[in-house]
T-cell receptor, first 112, second 111 residues
């Protein structure tokens, strides 16, 4: 597609439930990133996929967070047993390696 | 520790009042510095990439410059539609291709 597509745009979930966030990157972009943006905070790196290489998971805040990228395209970020501190905007971006990102509009996650 | 700091946190300008936003960085090695614009409820939008000290890039009323320790985003004769949060990010020269973002400058241009 023309841009990075994320779904859902908004998600309200109860504490303790699992959620899945989806990212559909720009076709042909080899790199895919997940970031988290909390109110008043900078973008926090979560995970990075590059081609067929092992992902860089160094930013995942706990083992409740996981992500996969299937067929070098669509990615899913899964948060298990959600907590209130997980509430944030989750942003996905894709790029050619080393160039500027194209971001999606994000998924606003609210844990109640 | 690699760090990116942006100042000021917030800036209010009158339409036509030129100013500059600052992004200072302390990193082990710089592969590139990136500027983004973010509107409320949207993801950041890529503006510029700078790779070496002395480099400049321009787009409409915006000009980005880079030194060995900081980058400036100069806004000339801003208009209300330039109101947004401006983010800078650095790409390190070692390790994987992940970016370190500053916390941004919230710019409000008054008509």
């Amino acid at each position: 597609g023309a841009g990075v597509s994320q779904s859902p745009s908004n998600k309200v979930t109860e504490k303790g439930k699992d959620v899945e966030l989806r990212c559909d990157p720009i076709s042909g972009h080899t790199a895919l990133y997940w970031y988290r943006q909390s109110l008043g905070q900078g973008l926090e790196f979560l995970i990075y996929f590059q081609g067929n290489s092992a992902p860089d998971k160094s930013g995942l805040p706990s083992d409740r967070f996981s992500a996969e990228r299937t067929g070098g395209s669509v990615s899913t970020l899964t948060i298990q047993r959600t907590q209130q501190e997980d509430s944030a905007v989750y942003l996905c971006a894709s790029s050619f390696t080393g160039s500027g990102y194209t971001f999606g509009s994000g998924t606003r996650l609210t844990v109640v | 520790e690699d760090q990116v700091t942006q100042s000021p946190e917030a800036l209010r300008l009158q339409e036509g009042e030129s100013s500059s936003l600052n992004c200072s960085y302390t990193v082990s090695g710089l592969r590139g510095l990136f500027w983004y614009r973010q509107d409320p409820g949207k993801g950041p939008e890529f503006l510029f990439t700078l790779y070496s000290a002395g480099e400049e890039k321009e787009k409409e009323r915006l000009k980005a410059t880079l030194t060995k320790k900081e980058s400036f985003l100069h806004i000339t004769a801003p208009k209300p539609e330039d109101s947004a949060t401006y983010l800078c990010a650095v790409l390190l020269s070692s390790g994987t291709y992940k970016y370190i973002f500053g916390t941004g400058t919230r710019l409000k241009v008054l008509a």
